[in-house]
């Protein structure tokens, strides 16, 4: 069978990531961070919704393209610099994926889809911005809340849940709560959006 357009762009983004120095383990191996980050953003974005245009499909996997290339470190270490940050890497994510789906042969149409949703532009508004935000945090809540809440203060932890779960849907948060957590982790979820 002839690899898709969408398999090939898959691919490319997952060759770029894989140059991630740096490393988490997944069952036992060291693996590129951002390359499983992709894949983990791929899966969930497949479970929570069946029905995922092709444009929704390559933002998700695409969304921390070659993210360690802007540290955090560049920017003031406050709130002011985190959000610059961020801003920056949006603009980032949403060029380097733009490359790779021109290479791929993607129309602009699509290109600019990509690029709108990796910018998370009309959340709330715009359904698959919605659904991209959803799994978003659900990938966070799901492979990276545990490792949050043991570094930071209660307090911090409680602040972001609630910030997380400003941004979801209904649907998000259905899903959120049917993940099984830690007793603690499940806690602080409890007071968050009590």
């Known amino acids: 069978m002839p690899a898709t357009k969408l398999n090939k762009a898959f691919s490319l983004f997952d060759k770029a990531n894989a140059n991630d120095p740096n490393q988490e383990i997944v069952d036992g191996k060291s693996i590129a961070k951002e390359l ?55 603009k980032f994510h949403a060029e380097k994926a733009s490359g790779i789906l021109q290479e791929v042969g993607y129309d602009q149409e699509t290109i600019d889809r990509v690029s709108f949703l990796i910018q998370k532009k009309k959340l709330k508004k715009d359904e698959d911005t919605q659904i991209l935000e959803d799994v978003i945090c659900l990938v966070f809540l799901k492979f990276y809340y545990d490792d949050f809440y043991e570094k930071h203060t209660p307090e911090k932890v409680i602040d972001i849940l609630q910030k997380t779960w400003r941004k979801m849907s209904e649907k998000g948060h259905q899903a959120a709560l049917k993940l099984s957590y830690q007793e603690k982790g499940l806690d602080l979820i409890k007071q968050a959006i009590a």
Request: include cysteine.
């Open 36 to 90: 499983i980050y992709g894949q983990r953003m791929s899966q969930t974005l497949h479970n929570f919704t069946s029905e995922a245009s092709e444009a929704l499909q390559l933002a998700a996997r695409a969304q921390h393209i070659c993210r360690w290339e802007i540290p955090r470190n560049d920017f003031p270490m406050d709130r002011v610099g985190y959000l610059k940050w961020r801003e920056e890497l949006k």
